[in-house]
Each structure stands twice: as C-alpha cells, then as structure tokens.
C-alpha cells in the first residue's frame, strides 16, 4: 500500500508563496494536489504524471505549479501570489498504477492520500 506523508502546514501573508510538500514513491504513474475547505467538497488543484507533463484546474492556473523530484521522491506545489480565498487543507494524493497525463483526476480515482496539510493566508 502507498503511504504518503506531508509535513506541516504554512501560515502566510496575502502575496506571499508557500511550497507544500509530500513524500510520494517516484513510480507513482499519477499524482495529485488536492484542496478542500470546510463544508465543500475537494477540489483537484494540479496533476504530474510519470514524465512530469502537468496540469491544473482553471481556477489554479498561473499561481501554482506542481512539480516532483525523483530522486528525493517527493511532490511539491508552489504556491505564489497566494490570496486569503486560497486558505485550505491541502492533500497529496497518488495512484499506482493509472496514468493521468493531461487532465487533473478526480478524488475517487486515487488510491493514497496524505494526510493534508493546512494553509493560512492572511489579509
């Protein structure tokens, strides 16, 4: 079973950037950042795939970037200009097996999570 970890969550100021981070085995053919906000569902942010070809919701175009290093099996997604709206508990997830080259999976598609890390952003 796949287990990813996330370190702790940042606190910033409206127009800073953060970069979250998760320990996710490079062979993961997929992986995800996820955010989600109280009472809402979660909500794809940006998906990498086994060559690093990416992709991003909509709304999460131009500010974020996923990116991952291989060799340090680890994910991350930089966060710039970031706004109070942005605040949220951001997961990490992965799946074993299935690409997911240009588009950003749903949630029910993927088999490992983190177990999130939580964002601040304060105005």
């Known amino acids: 079973e796949v287990q990813l970890v996330e370190p702790g969550g940042g606190s910033v100021q409206a127009g800073g950037s953060l970069r979250p981070s998760c320990a996710v085995p490079?062979?993961?053919?997929?992986m995800v950042w996820f955010r989600q906000v109280p009472g809402k569902e979660r909500e794809g942010v940006a998906a990498i795939d086994s060559v690093g070809s990416t992709s991003y919701a909509d709304s999460m175009k131009g500010r974020f970037t996923i990116s991952k290093e291989n060799d340090k099996n680890t994910l991350y997604l930089q966060m710039n200009s970031l706004k109070p709206e942005n605040a949220a508990m951001y997961y990490c997830a992965a799946r074993e097996f299935v690409a997911c080259s240009g588009y950003v999976p749903s949630a029910t598609t993927l088999d490992a999570w983190g177990q999130g890390t939580l964002v601040t952003v304060s105005s």
């Open positions: 490079a062979s993961s053919p997929c």
